[in-house]
């Protein structure tokens, strides 16, 4: 490691490198064009933090989700990295006037790759000394695959636009094709390929099915009660994640809630913050969870329902065991539930729909609707209403092929495993008894028993004070 | 817990109306038609009460109350039944607690700010530099900080004005503002019956007592009360007020007479006091008065009274007649 990287790394509070971000960094200050593909967890951001803080100018990072985009804020704020802004259509247009004429005096700026393109933000770009881009999440411009995002067609012209500097593509997993698509799209040269193992050999994969949604719910408190420790449960539904943390608001020694996108701000984030500090352990959610949520001990995924993509089973069980202890996951569903799912990728959006966002777009920006939002990116992206239909219909067909991987993954007779790793062509370990399949007894034996940390309990506002305060006087 | 069906049957009137006028002055939607119906059904007081709250969801409820049969509905308009009367005079405790909401005291500006500058006081009272703040907003973060360097001198000072304030509120409602912040390794737990309209309205009670010292940094990070009439339709009427004519107005501001006769109505609304002379006639403000005394309230029946007006002229006499009874209170 360089001493210069060393330096930076102790500054963020870090003492080694974990694998790939040496490599990845090392290549990126040598000047090269780099495709990252390291898996949920294992530090992606210090892979641009550290050059970003050691080449001259603005490090430009296009990310595509505003959930993404302020938790990657946050997180560079805690480490002290410097002066860090996010451009997203949530400013009005003073602030970000504001904003662009001072964009040179920014290490780092945070964008949304639809704002990327816009007159004022890319001349404002220009005329300050880009020296890399970073583009997160890089397969959302893999165009048939379920995250695409239309604006990420761009970012190779703008890349040009901005001096050709260096770029840094990362993402979490990316077949084979998809890693051409990217090189190719962000116009790479002679790229360095870093492409970690998407295997967690620490995770058991579970897959559960039972013919009724009753024993689901059922098997979810008798793991709940087995398991000791943190632990998720992603629901098929906002309603879902409410009734069972109603449900199961009394089992002895775990504290519930629920976290969707309708809850509103302040108590997404207590709840964020709590689970994080212990003071919940059991958090039933939406997809909407976990974004930023870095919690090394989570010991338990539950995924009920059958998932559209593996992508996205992949990104919600990526969130256990970080801390590199075994933990378990499983994906639990009943009969009923691979119908739902089914239905739910082949129906379509009519063209009344599309119509409609077209007519008002601004009006639908701020759904939370997967569908909805790919719409009004693709007329962000000035594609025609007729184009976007004939796009949708087209969608159809690789959203069935990625609903046939995950039944593939769901029935492999052999391995599920394996069946995983063939999907992401990634490399992973031989099955064992510890590896997946129906969650047995004993590999639940094998979890590590969490810390009981001694947590104060604080209340009245004025013990409350003193705590925040620090006047223990 | 603050049951919305009660919420509305409490901000409902006992005189028609169409549903959807209080779903808008709820949400905070500013507009003159809106913003007459809140006057005509004093509803105002409640503007952006509930500000995410959404039209599926507002019609569900008035669909209950119906079914409920403490409202009555006929050509889309509804009111209270005797029932539903019973039942509001039963919520009384609620309907104090409703009172300390207050429009101008922009608490949905000041609630991130609020728990934003008690996390970085807090983290600063442990000369802590790097925590993950609570709020990634850039406008938020931004003042915060334009305060807190202006405040950073007296530490010890802003926090113990804050215990000073905290002190002045009921016991019940400072331990459960203290729940919901977020500090140096503390997270609040929440309160178990927590919603976006308690916290609305414990931030309330904590901005009346705040208003009452004003010389506190608390006061300089809440920044006073606002005025609910937009800039522009502000400047239209202090344009008016010196004289220009509503003409003149479309002439100089290059804008729709629409536009023009849009804000007239706000800052009437609002309580700017612009003179009915400069509308009708005292012969006509009579004919209107007349029609007014004998129970004619709508628009279609004042028009009737006195034909040939415009519907500027008669809706600043329904506004100013309405902001009359409504003082009269
Ligand atoms: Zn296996």
């Not at chain 1, 997180?75 to 410097?82: D, K, L």
Request: hydrophobic residues 45%.
């Amino acid at each position: 490691m360089r001493a210069e990287v060393a330096e930076q790394l102790h500054k963020f509070g870090y003492q080694n490198l974990r694998p790939g971000q040496d490599e990845i960094i090392t290549a990126v200050l040598a000047g090269r064009d780099v495709l990252g593909i390291l898996p949920t967890g294992s530090g992606k951001t210090l892979c641009y933090q550290i050059p970003g803080m050691l080449l001259p100018g603005i490090t430009l990072v296009v990310e595509p989700l505003l959930a993404l985009m302020r938790e990657q804020v946050l997180r560079m704020q805690a480490s002290g990295a410097g002066r860090v802004v996010a451009l997203n259509s949530s400013l009005d247009k003073a602030d970000m006037r504001a904003i662009l004429a001072t964009l040179a005096t920014y290490k780092f700026v945070f964008i949304s790759p639809e704002l990327l393109s816009r007159p004022d933000v890319l001349s404002a770009l220009t005329r300050s000394p880009v020296s890399l881009m970073v583009v997160d999440e890089a397969h959302c411009i893999y165009q048939w695959g379920p995250d695409f995002r239309p604006a990420y067609l761009r970012l190779g012209d703008l890349r040009v636009q901005l001096g050709s500097c260096r770029v840094l593509a990362l993402t979490a997993t990316a077949p084979i094709s998809v890693r051409e698509v990217i090189g190719r799209q962000l116009r790479m040269q002679n790229a360095y390929v870093y492409a970690a193992s998407v295997d967690r050999p620490e995770l058991f994969l579970g897959v559960e099915e039972y013919p009724q949604d009753g024993q689901v719910t059922d098997r979810v408190g008798a793991l709940l009660t087995q398991v000791h420790g943190p632990a998720i449960i992603y629901c098929r539904s906002k309603h879902q994640t409410e009734e069972l943390a109603a449900r199961f608001a009394h089992l002895a020694g775990r504290k519930c809630n629920f976290y969707h996108a309708g809850v509103d701000e302040h108590s997404r984030m207590l709840r964020e913050r709590q689970f994080i500090n212990g003071g919940l352990d059991t958090l039933f959610a939406t997809s909407a969870f976990g974004m930023g949520v870095d919690k090394p001990d989570v010991r338990m995924v539950l995924y009920l329902g059958v998932p559209a993509t593996l992508e996205d089973y992949q990104q919600a069980i990526g969130r256990a065991g970080r801390d590199g202890q075994p933990a378990v996951t499983a994906l639990i569903y009943s009969e009923r539930d691979v119908s739902r799912t089914a239905q739910f990728i082949s129906a379509l959006p009519a063209p009344s729909l599309v119509n409609a966002i077209y007519r008002d777009a601004a009006g639908y920006a701020n759904s939370d609707d997967a569908q909805i939002q790919l719409i009004v990116a693709y007329h962000q992206a000035h594609f025609t209403p007729a184009a976007v239909n004939a796009a949708l219909s087209e969608r159809l067909t690789v959203r069935s092929k990625s609903f046939m991987a995950v039944l593939d993954f769901l029935r492999a007779a052999d391995c599920h495993r394996a069946a995983l790793m063939r999907h992401f062509d990634s490399e992973g370990m031989a099955h064992t008894d510890a590896c997946c399949g129906h969650v047995t007894d004993a590999f639940l034996a094998t979890l590590p028993e969490p810390l009981r940390r001694s947590r104060r309990d604080f209340t009245g506002w004025q013990v409350i004070f003193k705590q925040i305060f620090n006047t223990q006087a | 817990m603050i049951s919305l069906d009660d919420i509305l049957l409490l901000l409902l009137d006992d005189q028609p109306q169409r549903p959807l006028g209080l779903w808008g002055v709820i949400t905070g939607r500013k507009t003159a038609s809106i913003m007459f119906a809140g006057l005509q059904h004093q509803q105002l007081h409640y503007f952006g009460l509930l500000a995410g709250l959404s039209k599926p969801d507002y019609l569900a409820a008035v669909q209950r109350l119906l079914t409920a049969k403490l409202l009555q509905q006929t050509d889309e308009q509804v009111w209270r039944t005797a029932t539903g009367r019973a039942r509001c005079a039963q919520l009384h405790g609620m309907a104090a607690t409703l009172a300390s909401y207050d429009p101008e005291l922009n608490v949905q500006q000041f609630a991130p700010r609020f728990f934003l500058a008690v996390q970085v006081l807090s983290e600063a009272s442990y000369q802590q530099r790097q925590y993950v703040p609570l709020s990634a907003d850039w406008q938020v973060q931004q003042y915060v900080r334009r305060w807190y360097h202006g405040t950073r001198a007296e530490l010890a000072d802003t926090v113990q004005e804050l215990t000073v304030i905290f002190s002045q509120l009921h016991p019940a409602t400072a331990d459960y503002l203290a729940m919901l912040m977020i500090g140096h390794e503390y997270v609040g737990s929440g309160a178990d019956q927590d919603s976006p309209l308690r916290r609305e309205l414990a931030l309330c009670d904590l901005l009346h007592t705040i208003e009452s010292r004003p010389a506190s940094a608390w006061q300089r990070l809440w920044g006073g009360r606002i005025s609910l009439l937009p800039p522009a339709a502000a400047q239209t009427s202090a344009e008016f007020l010196r004289g220009a004519s509503v003409q003149e107005l479309v002439a100089r501001k290059h804008r729709r007479i629409s536009t023009i006769t849009e804000h007239l109505q706000l800052a009437a609304i609002m309580g700017q006091q612009l003179p009915l002379d400069r509308f009708l006639s005292v012969q006509q403000q009579a004919v209107l008065a007349t029609a007014w005394a004998g129970g004619q309230r709508t628009y279609q029946e004042l028009l009737a009274a006195l034909p040939g007006v415009e519907f500027l002229q008669v809706r600043m006499f329904q506004i100013m007649m309405y902001r009359r009874q409504n003082n009269a209170r």
